[in-house]
């Protein structure tokens, strides 16, 4: 290969990745640089970025469906399938970021296909262990337990990584899930079909979110933010972004890896058991990045005076 094409391809690779900060570490140097063999295979074809999204949606149901059949060996088999559902996940955001194909509709529908992986692969895993002779009452207790901490681990994660990519952009003011809602709200009401439905559903996720933040900011956290200037920024940066990847760990990715350890170890139930813990970290990296904020706010306000 020369020179020029190992420019295109590095240049290509850069092309696709989101912006810094953006991925935590496991993104960066396992999911990612898979997603992008991925697409930059597929950019040579006339796949898109939809297309790919369906087939991480059908991978996904299929580890559901591997797990369904209850067992060690099942629970290993739809760990593997759930990687490879992860990776077509990267895949499809790189795929439109590298061919320039990218809409808000094909982002909500990325972000209803992880919902529609992730509820597969948990109902599998208790129909599997279910099937394996586990006590149903407590088991089931475990597998939502775990799942709705899930869910608000990785929502968390990814309402913080928004907050940092809104305040670096300078598109603080105004912006936040009340926008985010309205916004959906409005791509609602004018589609039609199958799209109105997911601008529907888009809705009612961002509409719990903004539930989370206002709770938040009744108990004396998260005030509405500031728009920064170039320093402020950089100094909001370098604040920001270590506590971004710890809080990676909490996120969608490394609960899939968390999945795949605990299958190879052939003790699934704990899996689950760490989703209550991740969530708990979630709360003690909310607080902290609203301690970041507060101080960097004050700081401003001194600038100010």
Not at 81 to 104: I, K, P, V, Y
């Amino acid at each position: 290969m020369t020179q020029r094409k190992l420019d295109s391809f590095a240049a290509a690779y850069a092309r696709s990745m989101k912006p810094r900060g953006m991925d935590g570490p496991i993104d960066l140097y396992l999911y990612r640089p898979i997603g992008f063999a991925i697409a930059w295979l597929l950019s040579f074809t006339k796949a898109s970025p939809n297309q790919v999204t369906a087939l991480s949606i059908a991978v996904g149901l299929g580890a559901g469906l591997a797990a369904a059949l209850g067992g060690p060996p099942a629970f290993l088999a739809c760990a593997i399938l759930f990687q490879l559902a992860n990776c077509l996940d990267c895949a499809d955001g790189q795929l439109a970021r590298l061919t320039g194909r990218r809409s808000e509709l094909g982002r909500v529908i990325d972000g209803l296909a992880d919902l529609a992986v992730n509820l597969s692969v948990f109902l599998g895993v208790l129909a599997g262990l279910l099937r394996s002779g586990a006590p149903a009452v407590p088991t089931a207790i475990m597998v939502v337990a775990g799942g709705f901490a899930k869910i608000a681990s990785c929502m968390y994660y990814d309402r913080a990584i928004t907050r940092y990519e809104a305040t670096m952009s300078g598109a603080v003011e105004g912006a936040g899930t009340a926008s985010e809602l309205a916004s959906a709200r409005e791509r609602a009401a004018a589609a039609r079909g199958s799209a109105r439905l997911f601008w529907i559903i888009y809705a009612h996720y961002v509409r719990l979110q903004e539930w989370g933040e206002a709770k938040t900011r009744r108990e004396g956290g998260s005030p509405k933010p500031l728009a920064l200037g170039e320093a402020s920024k950089r100094a909001y940066s370098e604040a920001m972004l270590p506590l971004l990847s710890l809080w990676s760990f909490t996120g969608p990715s490394a609960s899939v890896l968390y999945f795949l350890s605990f299958a190879a170890l052939g003790r699934i139930d704990l899996f689950f058991k760490t989703c209550l813990f991740l969530a708990l970290a979630s709360v003690g990296l909310l607080a902290l990045q609203q301690l970041v904020e507060q101080r960097l706010r004050a700081e401003l306000g001194r600038e100010r005076a």
